[in-house]
């Protein structure tokens, strides 16, 4: 069984940064493309951030693009999401995701292993 345990998340003021790492344990698997979704109270859980199993290839969501950046360190079966010029739109609660390929797909329910979360809140 796969695991994946998110931290780094915590209340931050707008304009600030938080920088999340996700890490992988148990039976582990590669390749396998990682991902960062998110889910605020009252709405669906949406992609933030995905990547490739060699990092070369990444995808982000309009609404963090420029401002979040994914990254990976397979030798530590890691992946990390930096997160800078934070906005209180998003406070939310954030997930790491895994899928077995090398690929990275955009749509949640593609995604096998789920971590339980980490809450980013913004405030102003």
């Known amino acids: 069984q796969v695991q994946l345990v998110e931290s780094g998340g915590g209340l931050v003021q707008a304009g600030g940064s938080l920088r999340l790492s996700c890490a992988a344990s148990g039976r582990t698997f590669s390749p396998y493309a990682m991902g960062w979704f998110r889910q605020a109270p009252g709405k669906e859980r949406e992609i933030v951030a995905v990547?490739?199993?060699?990092?070369?290839?990444?995808y982000y969501a309009d609404s963090v693009k420029d401002r979040f950046t994914i990254s990976r360190d397979n030798a530590r079966n890691t992946v990390y999401l930096q997160m800078n010029r934070l906005r209180p739109e998003d406070t939310a609660l954030y997930y790491c995701?895994?899928?077995?390929?090398?690929?990275?797909?955009?749509?949640?329910?593609?995604?096998?292993?789920w971590g339980q979360g980490t809450q980013v809140t913004v405030s102003s």
């Open positions: 990547i490739s199993w060699s990092g070369r290839s990444t």
């Open positions: 995701a895994a899928r077995a390929g090398t690929y990275y797909v955009t749509a949640p329910g593609e995604y096998h292993y």
